[in-house]
């Protein structure tokens, strides 16, 4: 019995968050889905790293968070195709709703990004469990990334897609 106390006690403690500004940051793989066709030639893009770097706000009675959040990958193309790389960045404004006591949390955010130099407004969904100590919050999420417009030579004008798996640290001031 002790042992179940002082773990409920040790989660609730852990995953508690602090109302005010933070920073994060976060490393990830791409799990590219995407797709070019260039001069005829179809090319498919390999799993690469993912960089995210955000500063933001949670709110002191309700567990929101929202910040402003920036993002880099850059994907080389598979071996049988013509070489190259894809390359996409952005900036976003993302929002997120916590369950404090459990640290599960789900978020959307929006903005624009330069896909393979192609500028397109984006969109993405999140969801993670987060915990942490004394301010550090470290955490595991999954992401899905899209643009909401065709880009045109991409997957014969369609929608760039991409999901991430990635681990995360943020800081709370």
């Not at 006690?9 to 968050?17: G, R």
């Not at 799990?31 to 949670?58: H, L, M, P, R, W």
């Not at 997120?96 to 500028?119: D, W």
């Amino acid at each position: 019995m002790k042992k179940v106390i002082s773990a409920v006690i040790l989660l609730t403690f852990s995953s508690a968050a602090q109302a005010g500004m933070y920073v994060s940051a976060g490393l990830g793989l791409n799990i590219n889905d995407s797709q070019t066709i260039e001069n005829g030639i179809k090319s498919d893009y390999d799993n690469s790293a993912f960089y995210t770097g955000a500063v933001g706000y949670a709110l002191p009675v309700l567990p929101v968070r929202a910040e402003i959040e920036g993002f880099y990958n850059k994907s080389k193309m598979e071996e049988d195709a013509t070489g190259g790389h894809m390359t996409s960045y952005g900036a976003l404004v993302n929002v997120y709703g916590r369950i404090p006591v459990i640290g599960l949390y789900a978020g959307a955010g929006a903005g624009y990004a330069s896909v393979k130099s192609k500028n397109t407004p984006v969109y993405q969904g999140m969801i993670g469990v987060e915990y942490g100590l004394f301010g550090l919050n470290l955490g595991i999420e999954y992401r899905h990334l899209q643009s909401s417009q065709d880009i045109d030579n991409f997957n014969e004008k369609s929608r760039f897609k991409t999901d991430v798996v990635m681990l995360k640290a943020r800081f709370e001031f």
